[in-house]
């Protein structure tokens, strides 16, 4: 099994529908949460961190479940310029100096 | 800044061959990574450098090595390449303490 799982996609959905997805991890030990954006050819930047309580930033939401170890992230009001692939990112464990990625959702946001 | 730079963009190479790929941030940062991306398998993770004078392997560090030159820069190294090597390469930094990491633009290296 790998250590973090993503529905690859894509989805294709209408500009301004609402779109999300999960991720799963493996280790339950997991400490740090985070999705990173990477569009077409180019390298993946931080999108957000992923807390405990979840969070917004904008028109993202990004919340983190524990007991069934997924973390999922929302995408309101979808706009073209989301169109990217999103990386589900994890920390193993307190201390752990790697990131374990995800294979990324790739995500296409249609006019 | 420039952030984390890498050199070169793009390569071909054949079976065979070797070559080195380069990679240095201007942020200060401690620790730096190497990743290979690959359709399907998301970023994997080759060899990082937790601080300047250590390296670890990752995941696939089978048929690559690599130096800490110093805090600045971190090398790959392809010593004989082969075709499953062709992948597109991403060198990362990150801060002490902090997780957040920056990447470079890739090298897309095809070996024929």
């Known amino acids: 099994r790998k250590e973090v799982e993503q529905d690859p996609g894509p989805f294709n959905v209408p500009e301004g529908a609402t779109v999300a997805f999960n991720c799963t991890y493996s280790n339950s030990a997991s400490q740090s949460f985070f999705w990173y954006r990477q569009d077409c050819r180019k390298e993946p930047k931080l999108l957000m961190s992923v807390y405990s309580s979840g969070n917004e930033d904008g028109r993202f939401t990004a919340q983190l479940n524990r007991a069934s170890q997924y973390i999922s992230l929302l995408i309101r009001d979808s706009k073209l310029s989301d169109s990217a692939t999103y990386l589900c990112v994890v920390k193993p464990h307190q201390g752990a100096q790697k990131l374990v990625f995800g294979q990324g959702t790739r995500l296409t946001i249609n006019p | 800044n420039a952030g984390v730079t890498q050199t070169p963009k793009f390569q071909v190479l054949k079976t065979g061959q070797s070559m080195t790929l380069q990679c240095a941030q201007d942020m200060n940062h401690n620790s730096m990574y190497w990743y290979r991306q690959d359709p399907g398998m998301g970023l994997r993770l080759i060899y990082y450098?937790?601080?300047?004078?250590?390296?670890d392997k990752g995941e696939v560090p089978n048929g690559y090595n690599v130096s800490r030159l110093n805090k600045r820069e971190f090398s790959l190294r392809l010593e004989s390449a082969a075709p499953s090597q062709t992948s597109v390469y991403f060198c990362?930094?990150?801060?002490?303490?902090?997780?957040?990491?920056?990447f470079g633009q890739g090298t897309r290296l095809t070996v024929v």
């Open positions: 990362a930094s990150t801060r002490r303490g902090r997780t957040e990491a920056f």
């Open positions: 450098s937790a601080s300047e004078g250590t390296t």
